[in-house]
């Protein structure tokens, strides 16, 4: 080698870090050139000649990327750093040097792999470096930590801690587990020891089956009572007759009929077919969230791409969730909670690395528990919105509602600081936190 300098390609396609690429005399390689494998880390060099090279009389902080226009992580920075030259132009400035047509810069910055984000104070001095592909959220989160606010036009976070009214609906007519309105016509009734839990539909009874650890379906099949969709008794779920069939949104309807002869009656009346006990519970349990693995209608869910295959999120925040179970990257296709618009979003190495529309935010519902603490409030109580005002439409909606505004890159950072232990546990009766 007569080069002093090696330059790698850090990016995860498909949980994989790719492309040891080597500057040899100064030449570039050729955008058809296989790329070889590698794992290597590197920390940053830092050192007097980085400092001294980015010192400058520029009077904002700076941000520099060190990358290559052909480098696949590196393209995928660039429409980032075209957001930041737009729109935080007087908060840093932002700077691309390409070192495969520049290697001596690669050189004077001590990088040794592509890309590299380095972030200097208004007076040059380095003070962070990152290797690989950084999102967009998490670079502004880091000028945050630096002192370096986010440009303006963007609004302050919404945060709420207390409901803007109280929820006066009498606890048997709310559901136990997505907190709708119980219809009295498909209420569902699990009697505990101590208490019964009313859920709207047996469908909310399968989810609740699947949150539980550990059960035992003949023993849970027990305790489950439906009303009969023709005279309003509750009668034993396992005996009665279900007309299953099909509303326009393509999400399953479910009456429930203490005799075949009602259920043949009212089935002569529209449609759908009749099913026991058994043939439902494999119907409704066919589709599991991906993360947390709750029964969940694909009508309701989030798709979730991972490598060749795809999954569903029972909601948003286990759509993201996604990529910690697995841990490999994915493609979310979610809709906006409010609206109903469509929100992409794809992760690379473990961050956000694209967001459509990249206004986009997500809301975390909380509650207190008994210690006080902040919990989360359950997947029926998180979202994603297009915009923040999408956001404000869907809160003044729900006046109990309780939680926060948080980056749709800080839900994947959240999930992927769980163990698998915690994972195993997400969304389950008593456990999820």
Request: proline content about 5%; overall charge neutral.
């Amino acid at each position: 080698m007569k080069t002093s300098i090696k330059i790698l390609i850090v990016a995860a396609l498909a949980a994989v870090v790719v492309g040891a690429l080597v500057l040899k005399n100064g030449s570039a390689p050729a955008e058809s050139e296989p790329m070889t494998p590698t794992v290597a880390v590197v920390g940053a060099p830092g050192g007097a000649l980085t400092q001294a090279v980015a010192a400058t009389t520029a009077r904002l902080p700076r941000l520099v990327d060190l990358g290559a226009d052909k480098c696949i992580p590196c393209k995928m920075m660039k429409p980032i750093l075209d957001e930041f030259q737009r729109d935080y132009a007087d908060r840093f400035t932002t700077e691309f040097i390409d070192v495969w047509k520049n290697p001596a810069a690669g050189t004077q910055y001590g990088v040794e792999m592509i890309p590299t984000q380095i972030f200097f104070d208004a007076e040059g001095r380095e003070l962070f470096r990152h290797v690989g592909f950084y999102g967009k959220e998490d670079i502004l989160n880091k000028w945050q930590e630096l002192g370096v606010m986010p440009g303006p036009g963007q609004s302050a976070r919404i945060v709420r801690e207390m409901p803007v009214a109280p929820d006066v609906r009498p606890r048997d007519q709310v559901c136990y587990l997505c907190d709708g309105d119980v219809n009295p016509k498909s209420k569902t009734v699990v009697k505990g020891q101590a208490e019964q839990r009313v859920l709207c539909s047996t469908h909310c009874y399968f989810i609740y089956f699947s949150s539980i650890v550990g059960a035992d379906p003949k023993a849970e099949d027990a305790k489950v009572r439906v009303m009969d969709w023709a005279d309003g008794t509750l009668l034993p779920a396992c005996a009665a007759t279900y007309l299953y069939g099909m509303d326009d949104a393509g999400r399953p309807t479910i009456k429930a009929f203490g005799t075949r002869e009602a259920a043949l009656e009212e089935q002569s009346s529209g449609s759908g077919n009749l099913v026991d006990w058994d043939l439902l519970r494999s119907k409704e349990m066919a589709t599991r969230c991906a993360f947390c693995d709750r029964a969940v209608y694909p009508e309701d869910a989030c798709r979730v791409r991972f490598g060749s295959a795809h999954g569903y999120g029972c909601c948003t925040h286990c759509a993201m969730g996604v990529a910690a179970r697995l841990r490999q990257d994915i493609e979310v296709e979610a809709k906006d909670s409010f609206s109903g618009d469509s929100i992409r979003v794809k992760t690379m190495a473990g961050q956000v690395a694209t967001l459509d529309p990249p206004t986009a935010v997500a809301w975390f519902g909380q509650k207190r528990n008994d210690e006080g603490q902040w919990v989360s409030a359950g997947c029926f109580k998180q979202g994603f919105f297009v915009n923040q005002d999408t956001l404000k439409q869907w809160l003044e909606m729900r006046p109990a509602m309780t939680g926060r505004e948080i980056a749709i890159a800080q839900v994947l950072a959240d999930k992927l600081k769980l163990s698998p232990e915690q994972i195993a546990k997400a969304c389950k009766l008593g456990e999820c936190q």
